[in-house]
């Protein structure tokens, strides 16, 4: 079956250092989506990539989605502390339901 | 936009006790519906998923099962809770025109 992969599965940084996220699929995806969970939260949708080599900015965010649609990744640059938490990729492929990775989990030094 | 509710929040059972989780969803009509288990610090898992009353579909064989009696409302359930279903429990809720997925609060479940 479908298989999303995420690394690092964490990652500690010093405030207003870059942080990056990638994920991996097994199989061509239709589209990826990102979330982010707060500690004690519940996911919480960012952003979805659908285009080949799409890329998005949010902020201080920026998502990719690679040429392949295989692989994504999320770049924070200087983060924050209000960035801690765990972000999420999540693929889909046709209509099936989304296939969410492992998680990278943020700390952030302040 | 939608409002998904959970309860309870948290959960204590002894092994070999039932459950009975509600998830009701307000602020859409005819929804996807998801339940999935955390471990701690894990990932997703998805459970079950729904495309309408009575329509659930089993993602991974378990000693768990999903019900859909009424369309905004989807109930995860057992007969017989095991250690390994401890975990923090999730519902989610997908508008069939839209493509993000909306988390509920959660129930942390421990069994103990």
């Known amino acids: 079956g479908q298989q999303v992969m995420q690394i690092p599965q964490y990652q500690h940084v010093q405030e207003g250092e870059d942080f990056t996220t990638y994920c991996n699929s097994s199989?061509?995806?239709?589209?990826i989506q990102w979330y982010k969970q707060r500690p004690g939260g519940h996911p919480v949708f960012l952003i979805q990539l659908v285009k080949s080599g799409e890329v998005k900015k949010q902020k201080r965010l920026t998502f990719q989605f690679g040429e392949a649609k295989k692989n994504s990744s999320l770049h924070i640059t200087a983060t924050q502390t209000t960035d801690v938490g765990t972000y999420f990729c999540a693929g889909r492929t046709g209509r099936r339901a989304l296939t969410f990775g492992s998680g990278t989990r943020l700390q952030v030094q302040p | 936009s939608q409002t998904i509710h959970q309860w309870p929040a948290t959960l204590v059972q002894p092994v070999g006790s039932p459950l009975s989780l509600e998830c009701t969803v307000e602020?859409?009509?005819?929804?996807?519906l998801y339940w999935y288990r955390q471990a701690a610090g894990r990932g997703l898992q998805l459970l079950f998923y729904?495309?309408?009353?009575?329509?659930i579909s089993s993602e991974v064989p378990q000693n768990l099962s999903a019900s859909r009696p009424q369309d905004r409302q989807f109930i995860l359930s057992s007969k017989k809770l095991l250690l390994s279903d401890s975990g923090f429990y999730l519902c989610?809720?997908?508008?069939?025109?839209?493509?993000?997925?909306?988390f509920g609060p959660g129930t942390r479940l421990t069994v103990t």
């Open positions: 729904s495309v309408g009353i009575g329509q």
């Open positions: 199989t061509t995806l239709s589209n």
């Open positions: 602020g859409t009509s005819n929804p996807n």
């Open positions: 989610a809720c997908r508008d069939g025109n839209l493509y993000e997925q909306y």
